[in-house]
């Protein structure tokens, strides 16, 4: 089933916008009016249409060049005999445009990935007439895909005379789902933002041993099916690192800030002088990661290590199995690899570096790689190490009895100064950033700082860029959560110099990259999540259940908003969803119910209301679901969620328990496939990991895993917690 249609369309009724420009700016997916947050209709202002069309190169700043940038766009598709690519479903009837000279005869065929043929297409009945592109006259014929396609990337041909030509056809399963091997059961796992959550033998940042470690823990003594990680993605190689996971270089690669050291099989040959280095280097981090996370510390660290270890070399079936992974990673290694290089060399954000080395395939970036092979090669070997703790970590999950294992975050972009927007810059849209109109936890509105994909590029490139995204994530994962999954329907675009607010919704084939990301997850014999969360349109979230692709539930959102408006019951959850109390984007659920969220985004001048108003509304809010869990005998009657400041700190802590411990029967009453513990709320935390709309102004990223007086805790600290140990109970028998 094909999604529905894009919500931009032409509507005279919206102020101050030529109708021509409305047109234009539909034609390019361009939203010229939305709903926000309010339900309040908005109508998108034409400098902002016309600074996001320039973007993707379409000049509207007259009727005249309006005009014939809406003819061209008219007749774009009857340019080429064959479309980019195609997308279907198994088993959907779907027809394809195929334009060649009018009257002349075309034959289409289809070869399976396998390189097996089926029937050539057969013509539908559906004549169109002809147009004149270019002073020639072209005509349109419509084939019809065989029902009985089954799923993969294959090549559609058209010929016609003595010319062939060539698209992808990409068909999607018609159901995702989850694997079988969880039949029909519902799991719950572990959600945990890796680099806070560190050990005695962590080098002051939370590693992949950690992240196995703690699988070991929350499979074999509760039997959770999972481990949620924050991205992996890899950051700048050189100090200063991007503190968020959600602004990496590049979502391609991993970030080696994860590796333990000592578990690189090269380690073992180091001579003892070495080694002696190394635990040297070691204690240096673990000093510098005291009250923050300090990864700057931990990865000069880190990379001083990871040089002593390669210049050990490697024995020959280790040379072979590396070269082998250069092999398999092609270009796209030696693309990151090179940039990795050059930014050791000219800092991080190739905008600054000489201009010859700013085009990723100039002469000058060649023969750069070419004289300093030795450390592109450094590159590519750590992202080979980094490949092999992924494998064993997810492999260790799946041993110590994980039905899913390690479930990975895909973050929505990428910074603007890094590899990917180095390696793609013709791909995204120039003076552009990505980020969100305002909602009732921003009411500002957000800007990520993130240039987006333009859709007419990746539309040229048959999404290839994304297929092999999704690919190298799911490779060692049992599932991926997709951050802000509208981003693969319409992303809000910013223009450069504008505030959040004055931005506008871009469409993008969601058929293309829904059906590639259930594609790459069914090879991988993974599940899909989609973080459905904000401003989202309804028809999205019916989308993504039809094709067994999970949403995500959060309680403090829950509400039954086409009836009475309040809480919705938890048996009337969704089945297909990822639930859980909270979200790295709020506080832990202590530091929730005492309204430090609220607080905190008035002292960053994030609200639009009084102090007093939000802090009224969230009481309101947090009453209503604590009047539900009091009437199911959840909580008793009697229970203070929010003792007087007068309570002693004791009598505090065990209300404050009981009504996390509560909220949490309540989650492991729904009928969600997959409920989630964060491991903040496991061991009472009360700080935020992040506070969006903001930068520096609060440790977004930084804060270590700690107890509920704030002091960090360590992994070993978890294991000993009856607090953790309870609340993992509490989820194992709903």
């Not at 992808?168 to 995702?176: E, K, T």
């Not at 300093?372 to 260790?396: S, T």
């Not at 899913?404 to 975050?409: K, Q, R, S, Y």
């Amino acid at each position: 089933m094909r999604g529905a249609p894009p919500d931009v369309r032409l509507d005279e009724s919206v102020p101050d916008v030529d109708p021509l420009l409305t047109e234009l700016a539909a034609a390019f997916g361009v939203a010229t009016e939305y709903w926000d947050w309010r339900g309040e209709h908005v109508a998108v202002a034409a400098e902002t249409l016309t600074a996001v069309l320039a973007a993707l190169e379409v000049d509207a700043s007259s009727e005249q060049s309006r005009a014939a940038a809406l003819d061209r766009r008219r007749s774009d598709a009857w340019q080429s005999v064959l479309p980019p690519y195609v997308v279907a479903c198994e088993g959907e009837r779907r027809t394809v445009e195929v334009h060649v000279d009018h009257g002349a005869s075309v034959e289409v065929w289809i070869v399976l990935e396998d390189g097996s043929l089926p029937p050539h297409l057969e013509q539908a009945d559906d004549w169109q007439k002809p147009r004149e592109i270019d002073g020639r006259l072209v005509g349109e014929a419509r084939f019809v895909l065989p029902l009985d396609l089954p799923s993969g990337y294959h090549s559609l041909y058209a010929a016609s005379g003595e010319q062939e030509h060539r698209c992808d056809l990409i068909v999607a399963p018609a159901w995702l789902g989850v694997p079988a091997r969880l039949g029909n059961r519902r799991v719950w796992g572990l959600a945990a933002q890796l680099y806070s959550v560190r050990s005695a033998h962590s080098w002051g940042v939370g590693d992949l041993t950690d992240l196995t470690e703690l699988a070991r823990w929350a499979a074999a003594g509760h039997d959770a099916a999972f481990v949620l990680v924050n991205p992996l993605h890899a950051a700048e190689p050189m100090p200063p690192m991007e503190p968020s996971p959600y602004l990496p270089t590049t979502r391609r690669f991993a970030n080696p800030l994860y590796l333990r050291i000592e578990r690189i099989p090269e380690y073992a040959a180091l001579d003892e002088k070495a080694k002696q280095e190394i635990d040297r280097l070691a204690g240096t981090a673990r000093a510098a990661g005291g009250e923050a996370i300090d990864r700057d510390s931990s990865w000069t660290a880190k990379r001083a290590a990871l040089a002593l270890i390669h210049g050990v070399g490697l024995e020959p079936d280790r040379e072979l199995a590396f070269r082998a992974f250069c092999r398999r990673e092609g270009a796209s290694l030696d693309d990151f690899a090179t940039w990795s290089a050059l930014s050791e060399v000219h800092g991080a954000d190739w905008h600054r570096w000489p201009e010859p080395l700013q085009r990723q395939h100039s002469p000058e970036v060649t023969a750069f790689a070419v004289g300093h092979a030795a450390r592109v090669d450094f590159h590519r070997w750590v992202q080979w190490v980094l490949d092999e703790q992924l494998a064993d970590a997810q492999a260790a999950a799946l041993r110590e009895g994980m039905s899913i294992g390690i479930l990975h975050d895909l973050a929505v972009g990428v910074s603007p100064t890094g590899a990917d927007s180095w390696a793609w810059q013709d791909e995204l849209a120039r003076h552009i950033t990505v980020g969100a109109p305002p909602d009732p936890y921003n009411q500002t509105g957000q800007d990520w700082n993130q240039p987006p994909w333009r859709p007419d590029r990746l539309a040229r490139l048959a999404y290839a860029p994304f297929r092999d995204l999704i690919r190298n994530v799911l490779r060692h994962s049992g599932g991926l959560r997709v951050d802000h999954v509208i981003g693969l329907f319409r992303l809000w675009w910013i223009p450069e110099g504008a505030a959040p607010t004055e931005g506008t919704y871009v469409r993008y084939d969601h058929d293309a990259a829904i059906g590639i990301l259930m594609l790459e997850a069914q090879r991988a014999g993974a599940l899909a999540i989609g973080e459905d969360l904000g401003t989202v349109e309804p028809w999205v979230r019916d989308y993504l259940r039809e094709r067994g692709i999970l949403g995500t539930s959060i309680l403090w959102f829950e509400f039954d908003w086409d009836g009475d408006g309040r809480p919705l019951a938890p048996e009337r959850w969704r089945e297909y969803s990822l639930a859980s109390v909270t979200t790295h984007d709020l506080p832990p659920t202590a530091g929730y119910l005492a309204g430090d969220h609220v607080r905190l985004r008035h002292r960053l001048g994030l609200l639009t209301r009084s102090l007093e108003d939000e802090l009224a509304a969230d009481r309101a809010q947090q009453a209503a679901w604590l009047d539900l869990v009091r009437s199911r005998g959840l909580l008793p009657a009697d229970a203070d969620a929010a003792p007087d400041a007068d309570a002693d700190a004791e009598s505090a802590g065990i209300a404050e328990a009981a009504t996390v411990a509560a909220l949490h029967r309540a989650l492991a009453a729904t009928p969600s496939r997959l409920r989630v513990l964060s491991l903040t709320d496991a061991v009472g935390e009360r700080r935020a990991q992040n506070q969006p709309g903001t930068i520096d102004e609060y440790p977004n990223w930084r804060i270590p895993l700690g107890g509920p007086d704030g002091q960090p805790i360590y992994l070993e600290d978890v294991y000993a917690s009856a607090r953790a140990a309870a609340l993992a109970e509490i989820m194992r028998a709903g």
